[in-house]
């Protein structure tokens, strides 16, 4: 909901303003004229009418296509008319599992259904608690919801944005069957801390990496370090196909569960039933088909390299901006090898600019051409809870004082995370960070306009 009314005010604010979007629009023409960093620009800031830091429309495009190189093997496919799940699926299965150094891959319809899976395949279900962090995408909490388990959440670390490993032990009950680690913004969660919380109390660790492709912990690739991994292959993720998703793990039976049961409950590898023939298990469809995974093959191709341009392009930008007061980058754990940066997200803290809100902070960075967002809102107070505890079938799973949303909220509070959504968080999305050094200037260079601006833009603000 932030994100989405921030966009819209970007809009409104392009209406109201024309000066201010005609200077977006001519941007090109100034960029010559970019001050360096560090020399606390004294041009008027864009959102006053001055010339943008940036073009909008000169970021790298998302996702990126070559016809060149990516399309042979689709029309290939599309020309054979074997479009459903054949030898291309598995192909793309066998590289995504050698791409993460993990025994086996599963692709499936989406991330979100890939965590559906995974959870109902570890055995979770009524009654079952699952601990989970509030700063995520949804599909994190509705995936243990559509197994009729209870989410459980765990407030984050102000600094990395991750679950807060010294959070959990509290939460733990005799329900609690499983923690989801997040590698929220493609950054690793502390793994090492998270294993031994779960050895510990004989939890199961389900990692939600669809932001975190070919991120590192403690040189293991994240998604392969818990019971199970899941990964979103959707249009904005850093491997994008549309759609799409895949369930890894080295447990090779659990795999074969999941194969089943992604296909009817047919018989598949060691998941065979007492009969020969026909459904072994319970099951459902979930499918990849063939023509997505030529379009993955064709991705992943590029997905190393990107992957190396946006650490350092995140590093570098992160050494640009980390010294203006009231800004302050992100954290990396001491393990990580590797992010997948599939945001670059900072805290902004408004003491730092004489008391400019976020919002306003926002605006003024994106008529610079440079599009930032707020980023979530908090996910653990919004209706689909309470929802889903009068439905039904919940009212059948669990007693009656589980199900009070009052009770429930106030046991799940989770105020850093509240401060982050609705006060802190800015984020740029992971296409910026495939740019070039001058690009990262370009970000920086805003920031610090505004920063020294803020006088003026605070009185815009009021009129
Ligand atoms: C995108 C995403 C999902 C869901 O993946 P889809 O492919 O969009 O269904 C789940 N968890 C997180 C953290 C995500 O970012």
């Not at 997905?303 to 901006?321: F, P, V």
Request: with cysteine; charged share 20%; glycine share 8%.
């Amino acid at each position: 909901m932030k994100a989405f009314s921030s966009r819209l005010s970007r809009r409104t604010f392009l209406k109201q303003n024309s000066l201010a979007g005609l200077g977006v629009a001519l941007a090109s023409s100034s960029v010559a004229a970019l001050p360096a960093i560090g020399s606390k620009s004294a041009q008027v800031p864009a959102i006053l009418g001055g010339p943008p830091a940036w073009a909008e429309d000169k970021w790298p495009i998302w996702p990126q296509w070559n016809p060149a190189t990516d399309e042979k093997q689709l029309l290939e496919v599309v020309r054979s008319g074997v479009w459903s799940r054949a030898n291309v699926v598995t192909q793309f299965e066998k590289e995504w599992a050698a791409a993460l150094n993990v025994k086996r891959s599963l692709a499936v319809v989406n991330g979100t259904n890939a965590l559906v899976i995974a959870i109902n395949q570890l055995g979770i279900g009524a009654g079952d608690e699952v601990l989970v962090p509030p700063y995520t995408f949804i599909a994190s909490v509705s995936s243990i919801l559509s197994n009729g388990a209870m989410p459980v959440f765990v407030d984050i670390d102000a600094e990395t944005f991750q679950i807060d490993p010294a959070k959990i032990e509290a939460k733990i009950t005799p329900r609690t069957k499983a923690i989801m680690a997040v590698h929220v913004l493609g950054l690793p969660v502390d793994m090492d801390r998270i294993m031994a919380i779960a050895q510990k109390h004989k939890l199961l660790v389900i990692e939600d990496a669809c932001q975190a492709h070919l991120a590192e912990y403690d040189k293991k690739k994240v998604g392969t370090i818990g019971n199970v991994g899941c990964f979103s292959f959707q249009n904005s993720k850093n491997l994008p196909i549309g759609e799409g998703g895949a369930i890894v793990s080295n447990d090779e039976h659990f795999m074969d569960l999941c194969y089943s049961y992604h296909n009817f409950g047919n018989p598949y590898g060691t998941a065979v039933g007492s009969v020969s023939t026909g459904s072994v298990m319970p099951g459902t469809k979930l499918r990849f088909s063939e023509y997505q995974a030529a379009i993955g093959l064709a991705q992943l191709k590029r997905l190393d390299a990107q992957t190396t341009t946006r650490n350092e392009n995140a590093a570098y930008l992160k050494s640009l901006i980390k010294d203006i007061p009231g800004i302050v980058p992100y954290k990396l754990y001491d393990k990580v090898n590797r992010g997948a940066f599939h945001l670059f997200a900072f805290r902004y803290h408004k003491d730092g600019f004489k008391g400019l809100s976020r919002e306003n902070f926002i605006k003024a960075v994106k008529a610079e051409g440079v599009p930032c967002m707020s980023g979530y809102s908090t996910l653990n107070t919004q209706p689909f809870l309470g929802e889903t505890f009068k439905s039904e079938n919940y009212r059948r799973m669990y007693p009656k004082e589980m199900l009070d949303i009052n009770q429930y909220n106030e046991q799940n509070k989770c105020p850093v995370n509240d401060q982050i959504c609705n006060e802190e968080a800015v984020w740029l999305t992971q296409n910026m960070l495939l740019g070039t050094r001058e690009d990262m200037k370009a970000i920086a260079s805003a920031i610090e306009k505004v920063h020294h601006n803020v006088d003026k833009i605070k009185t815009l603000g009021q009129k």
